[in-house]
C-alpha cells in the first residue's frame, strides 16, 4: 500500500494502519482503538504511528523540500502490543493513520545564525 503526502516545511513523516473497526484480527489495533490519553497503552497514536523497528513496522519519511510529494509504503500491520507484526491480507480495508514532526529544534541546533534568546533545553 502507497500513501503520497506533503508538508509545508521540513520534517518528518510517519504512517501506520489499523483495522477497520470490527473487521480484523483482535491482535491489532483497530480504528476505533488508536487513542492519545494514555502513552503507555496499548494504540497510542504517536507510539502506534512511529511503529516498531524490531518489527519491520516503521513507515516514514524524511521531507527535506516542502510541498513535494513524499511517498511511504506500507507492508506490514503492527500489533496491538508492538511485540509483533504480520503482512497485509490482500482484500482487505485497512485504516492509515498518519502523524507528522517538524524538524525545527535540528533547525534551531544547527542553525549558522542563533538568537541569543535561544536555548536549547534538551533532556
Known sequence: ?????QLNEPGTLWCQMAEVSGGG???NCDEDEVQDASPSADCH???FVKGS???STVFSAEVHVPY???????DRILA??????TPLSPETG????CFAEDDWRLEADFALATSIKYSNSAG
Open 94 to 97: 485497512y485504516k492509515i493513520f
Open 25 to 27: 484480527a483482535a491482535t
Open 53 to 55: 523497528a524490531a518489527e
Open 45 to 47: 497514536f504517536e507510539t
Open 68 to 74: 513535494f510529494d513524499y511517498e511511504i509504503e506500507l
Open 1 to 5: 500500500l502507497q500513501v503520497t503526502l
Open 80 to 85: 496491538q502490543d508492538a511485540a509483533s507484526s
